[in-house]
């Protein structure tokens, strides 16, 4: 097992109805807020009202910035640092997914920095400072509630980039199950493979010895795999909600990597993709992680019979060491496709035109992943296979 250190400070408050306490929870930090949202989604569903009415229960009072969008842009970063400076904010309150906490992230760093804050995600630098933020989730999908990243996109030169650090972590992360209801398929489809994905990056390593963490991996992932398809079927389904909602907060908070190193070579892929082309991040990822695994399953074949047959129930004693590995791949590439995912390339509209360059960019300051270590050829081929 590798050497670890375990943090992670963001107080979780889960289950039914727990968002009707945001302005209590609020309260207890801060009597002023930005508050930071995306499109329609909460004004349509009612989360919204729920949110400020209890913030104005509770004496707290909000400015507010709406628009983020999936794939948060850096232009609403710029324009939420400039509202906190003139109206003195110095707690941000995220109501949303991934793309509105990672925003409320960067602005909370860009606040406390007089350069610009983008140099935050296109260097090794790390903000020494940052307001803090809170969140009530609306999606189970990127993690981003307790996790110490933030990933924002530069429109005019579409790049993806994130800044990880402590000071990312939110102060308070509010679950309530019940606020998927409203989740459309798309995006719970494209939910389940991030949170898969998380997970799977942290399974696929070249170490031993990590019986525990193993274990917890298989565990999430199939606590995922049994019940993402039961809210497809039944999206007020509560107690798998429930089970998703949880998963997924475990599979980004950082525990299942502890002791092991981790791979991230389908994120820093996949990232490239939503980048240029715009599509939601857990599509992109059950696009590359299939191909990323055909590509590099030779290097540690032993960790993919293991995945075949504790997460997806293979009877790999049957089989040679080639075919077992295959038959796990397989076995996950069939699930994406089950929930109505893509696994291809051509099949979302993409071709080859670009592949070059997202390779490039993929690899431009560093060589991807542990599991086997990528350049720009090996992306290339990866994006490839995937067409
Ligand atoms: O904008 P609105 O109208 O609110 O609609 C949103 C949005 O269109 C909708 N939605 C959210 N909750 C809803 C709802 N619609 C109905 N009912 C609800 N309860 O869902 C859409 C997607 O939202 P988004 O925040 O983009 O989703 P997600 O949580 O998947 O976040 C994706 C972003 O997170 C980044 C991704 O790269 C991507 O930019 N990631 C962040 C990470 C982190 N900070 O740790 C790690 C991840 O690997 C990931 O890279
Ligand atoms: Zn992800």
Known sequence: MENFIWYNPTKIIFGKGKHLQTGEITAEYTKKVLLVYGGKSIKATGTYDDVTNSLKKAGVEYEELAGVKPNPRLSLVYEGIKICREKNISFLLAVGGGSVIDTCKAIAAGVCYEGDVWDFYKTLMVPEKMLPIGVVLTIPAAGSESSDGSVITKEDTQEKRDCCCDLMFPKFAILNPELCYTLPENQIRAGGADILAHIMERYFVPNENTDLSDRLCEGAMKALI???????????????????????????????????????????????LSAIYDIAHGAGLAIVFPAWMRYVYKEHPQRFVQFANKVWDIDTDSMDEDTACLAGIDACESFFRSIGLSTRLSEVGIGDEKIPLMAEKACASRMLGSFKKLDSGDVDAILRSAL
Do not use: C, F, Q
């Open 226 to 272: 049994t019940n993402l398809p039961k809210v497809l079927e039944n999206k007020k389904d509560y107690d798998s909600w429930a089970e998703i909602m949880w998963t997924g907060n475990v599979a980004h908070n950082g525990l299942l990597g502890k002791g092991r190193l981790d791979d991230w070579a389908s994120h820093g892929i996949e990232h490239e």
